[in-house]
């Protein structure tokens, strides 16, 4: 599997709590500077942020690829826009989460969010709504 992490750097710990979730080694970490100037459009931001992602078109679209989200709400939005498109389809992420009790503060690996998934149950779900 490819992380490729928006966010601050993952730890060994964390990479570990990838691979036991998912149950997929993790053969590469890609580490990506995703500071924003709000002063600047975030859409171009984004685009760039992305076009360091030294993925080929093809690896984008059938590579185990999951995605470690900038912290920043709207850069997040925007890059799932844009990983949509070049992907196909919505791709995983991660959920980080503070140790509970933890000094100095530290984040385990909470959970992976399937995004396409939960758009595919959304669809059922509104389908029922119209009665099939």
Known sequence: MIV??????LSEEQIGQIEQ????????VLE????????ESLEDQ????????QLSAEEWQNA????NPPSLNFTALMLVGDLHG????????????PVKGALPP???VA??????????????????????
């Open 111 to 132: 959970e992976v969010l399937d995004l396409h998934s939960i758009r595919e149950k959304a669809r059922l779900r509104r389908s029922e709504r119209r009665g099939g």
């Open 32 to 39: 990506i500077h995703s500071q924003i100037d709000p002063q």
């Open 106 to 108: 530290r984040f385990e």
């Open 21 to 28: 979730i998912t149950g997929q080694p993790v053969k590469k």
């Open 86 to 97: 070049r992907m196909g389809f919505f791709p995983a992420f991660l959920r980080l989460r």
């Open 46 to 53: 984004v685009l760039r942020m992305v076009d360091q992602v």
């Open 4 to 9: 490729v992490n928006f966010s601050h750097p």
């Open 64 to 67: 185990p690829i999951l995605i």
